[in-house]
């Protein structure tokens, strides 16, 4: 699933899957996969959520309160949650899109906003500074347009 991932991309799945275990969950969502983006931080995509202010820190907070500690309980292999899947598709659908051969995070970052349910999109909408454009701001900043 994941040969197509940058180092980066692969470097924030990693981070996404240590942020569940950090919170007690056994499973990542799309709330894992934006504090995968924010903590790994040296990306795009973690320039762009910093430019909408929106910081780890408050990033975490928000899903906390959201969703809540799990019960501490989680297996060595973490599963995604369906919307993380969906995010996931929508990032390989974003980089075919742009003809980019690799899923980096800018396209998991799109993936998250294009799912737009998941607790990630709802965190991100939250903090944003300019929450209307958020879309139309990340593929200028990423040099794209939709």
Not at 9 to 15: F, K, L
Not at 53 to 80: C, H, M, N, Y
Not at 110 to 139: H, N
């Amino acid at each position: 699933m994941f040969e197509r991932f940058t180092e980066k991309s692969r470097a924030i799945m990693v981070q996404a899957q240590q942020e569940s275990r950090n919170m007690g969950h056994n499973f990542v969502g799309t709330e894992q996969i934006l504090l995968g983006i924010l903590s790994e931080g040296n990306n795009e995509a973690a320039s762009a959520l910093l430019d909408m202010t929106i910081q780890l820190q408050d990033a975490r907070k928000e899903v906390q309160q959201i969703i809540g500690l799990g019960s501490g309980f989680t297996d060595a292999e973490i599963p995604f949650t369906p919307r993380a899947m969906r995010v996931l598709e929508l990032s390989f659908e974003e980089a075919k899109k742009f003809n980019d051969e690799n899923i980096e995070p800018k396209h998991l970052l799109l993936g998250i906003l294009l799912e737009g349910d998941g607790v990630a999109a709802v965190v991100v909408r939250k903090l944003a500074a300019f929450p209307d454009t958020i879309l139309q701001d990340l593929y200028a900043s990423f040099g794209m347009t939709a």
